[in-house]
């Protein structure tokens, strides 16, 4: 049975499939994504941050969570804007200065949806 | 400890770096610049000592914008992918000094204004002192010009510290991350340039073979050209690299099929839709495609899984 099936196969006249490619660009987009996502994880792994989040009645495996549902582009521009700070630059296990730690905080609390602070941290609707 | 913007320890290695305290490339030539021509003028430096035969005058067309009298960077970054290419950005003095130390002039963006009067400049870094405490440019009409440190930083500063480099496809940055080298060499595929793109995938993946981009990439390239055989080789390494990938699986089934291997095809879109992931309704749309070209009904299990 199995080897009639093949050769009727193999005879079919082969019709073109239409069937899509996934572009180069998507892969680097996820790639890009997966990167951001292990930053925030990183920073929210951290104590200071861990301890910052629960004064601010935030359970950090919560937060985790979060973390987990935000969107590519989001997550993205997070760890752009993480990579943009003088001293962490991409190297989480930096010292924090107390500014940068706030400002990591609240960037976390604000993508999270925890807080409305920053314009450039964009809500879903 | 001031951290402000006149700080040009930045400009110093780190002494476990091995870098040299001073360098100095020799090798990359000078073209002075016409009135506000110094994006072609810096680009033709680059492109020169990357070994082509180019002039100002050859890139005014395509870097020069006359309404706005000089050369915004994204025209300069398409310019050298033209020519295929990598225009590989930087953007911190620690990278400068490493790429000038590896023998890779740099094309910087300085402001040589105020913060309210800009004055946009791009000059071609080819050495650095900081022990002596200076920059060498090729800057204007002036080769070879030295600029203190402390000043350079300041108009350097402004950009944001954008500088580009354009180098040939099988050359990496000393500073290049897998991830910001792979992109720039999206941008030769994205530009069209096969051939340059073909290069810079195979560089990347002879220094990150398990990169899954590169892999997508070159095979893509191949795509496009009509070359399914090489397509389908960089795909089989790259699944060798990471047998997870849904999108290798995908794009092989779309490759076999175009061959007319209809069986390998049916196999490969079966283990993209089994591997499923964010892209998986891609997938099904493939395997449904290849079930109805074999005249299958598109339903779970028709055949047992063929081996290949």
Redesign the interface.
């Known amino acids: 049975m199995?080897m009639a099936?093949?050769m009727?196969?193999i005879c079919?006249p082969?019709?073109?499939?239409?069937?899509?490619?996934?572009?180069?660009?998507?892969?680097?987009d996820?790639?890009?994504a997966e990167?951001a996502r292990a930053v925030i994880s990183k920073l929210l792994a951290r104590e200071d941050i861990q301890r910052a989040l629960i004064a601010q009645g935030i359970d950090p495996l919560e937060a985790q969570a979060r973390v987990d549902s935000l969107s590519d582009r989001e997550a993205i521009r997070f760890a752009e804007k993480v990579e943009q700070l003088?001293a962490a630059g991409s190297s989480v296990a930096w010292v924090l200065g107390l500014a940068v730690l706030v400002f990591l905080v609240l960037l976390i609390t604000d993508i999270l949806g925890y807080t409305d602070i920053f314009p450039f941290v964009k809500k879903k609707a | 400890m001031c951290s402000c913007a006149g700080n040009i320890s930045r400009y110093r290695p780190e002494p476990l770096n091995g870098l040299p305290l001073r360098h100095t490339l020799d090798d990359v030539p000078f073209f002075p610049q016409a009135d506000y021509q110094c994006g072609p003028a810096a680009l033709a430096m680059t492109l020169a000592w990357s070994g082509l035969a180019v002039t100002p005058e050859t890139l005014t067309a395509s870097v020069y914008t006359p309404a706005i009298k000089g050369s915004i960077q994204p025209a300069m970054i398409g310019a050298a992918r033209r020519f295929g290419r990598i225009a590989y950005i930087i953007s911190a003095p620690e990278e400068l000094i490493a790429e000038i130390a590896a023998g890779r002039p740099v094309i910087v963006l300085q402001n040589l204004g105020l913060s309210w009067y800009p004055v946009w400049h791009y000059a071609v870094a080819i050495g650095y002192d900081s022990k002596a405490g200076y920059m060498l440019l090729h800057s204007g009409k002036i080769p070879r010009k030295r600029m203190p440190l402390k000043l350079f930083n300041r108009t350097w500063a402004r950009s944001d510290y954008w500088g580009m480099m354009t180098i040939p496809p099988n050359m990496i940055p000393a500073t290049a991350t897998e991830a910001d080298f792979v992109e720039s060499v999206f941008g030769l595929e994205q530009a069209g340039r096969r051939q340059a793109a073909l290069e810079g995938y195979q560089t990347a993946l002879t220094r990150w073979p398990a990169n899954l981009a590169a892999g997508i990439g070159l095979a893509n390239v191949y795509y496009a050209m009509g070359n399914l055989p090489a397509a389908e080789h960089a795909l089989r390494e790259t699944i060798r690299h990471i047998p997870e990938s849904g999108a290798a699986y995908n794009n092989l089934a779309q490759v076999l099929w175009e061959q007319g291997r209809g069986p390998e095809a049916l196999n490969a879109a079966r283990t993209a839709v089994r591997l499923g992931g964010g892209r998986i309704d891609l997938y099904q749309e493939t395997l449904t495609e290849i079930q109805k070209g074999l005249g299958l009904q598109p339903s779970e299990g028709n055949l047992p899984a063929l081996d290949e």
């Not at chain 1, 082969?14 to 680097?28: D, L, N, R």
């Open positions: 199995f099936i093949l009727v196969l079919m082969w019709q073109s499939a239409m069937a899509a490619m996934v572009g180069t660009e998507v892969v680097i996820s790639a890009r990167q003088p």
